[in-house]
């Protein structure tokens, strides 16, 4: 890492300008994408693996269970672009969506083998509007704190910050989950742990083994989101352009310079 910004410092044309995080809305705006990305791109792997092993539904119908969250994500991805057209505000969303996919979150991290269906639906609802409010307004707010020469590298650095946080999330919650499987399963068989490789397809001790792990997922997402909500109480308000940074660059270039005599 250090490598890298020493390297970035110096370079000419620099893949990431460090200069673009000096300014407060576009660091923020990465922050929040980054959160977003770890939950969407991290943890949404984990909760259809919980409804085939622990519910035991077939993958076509774990992949059908996820459609609550795809509304949540349609909601704030329509639904925030037109308030912040209409209102002009981009700070209020990012805090609404935070504040609400954190509850969902919450919600969702205490989930058990026998948890129903029926009583996770509004919180996925609530967790896919908050990522998309922050992916949105994440967008927009560093678009609108740069140049238009910077458009194009600022929108490439919130999408690389964004997969970034769901790499590093799949990794970490991919190892929760293993470590949980891995001491939950001998303790509830009483077993030591080198004897529960034969035993692993137990099926009681795989239901809750999985139902807790995913719960410890779901519980650390909560304060990546919640962090994600303090992020976006800091988030610097400035008005949105009136104009596209095209049209400002096209009369620039159409406008003859004053000779003088």
Known sequence: LGAFVWQENRAVEPIIPLRLFADGAVLSATLLGMCAG?????????????????????????GLRMLPQMIGVTLGTFGIGRLIARTGRCKPWPIIGAATATVGLLVVSGISGDTSYVTLILPMIGMGFGMASMFTTSSIVAQNAVKFTDLGVVTSTIMFFRSLGGSIGLAVFGTILNSTIRSEIPARLGIDADQASDLIRSPMAVIDSVAIGVGRIYLVCAGVMAFGFVVALLLPERPLRTRAGLSDAMEQQATPEPTTT
């Open 38 to 62: 770890t939950i969407a791109f991290g943890a949404g792997q984990f909760l259809p693996l919980y409804f085939q092993d622990s519910l035991f539904v077939s993958p076509t119908e774990s």
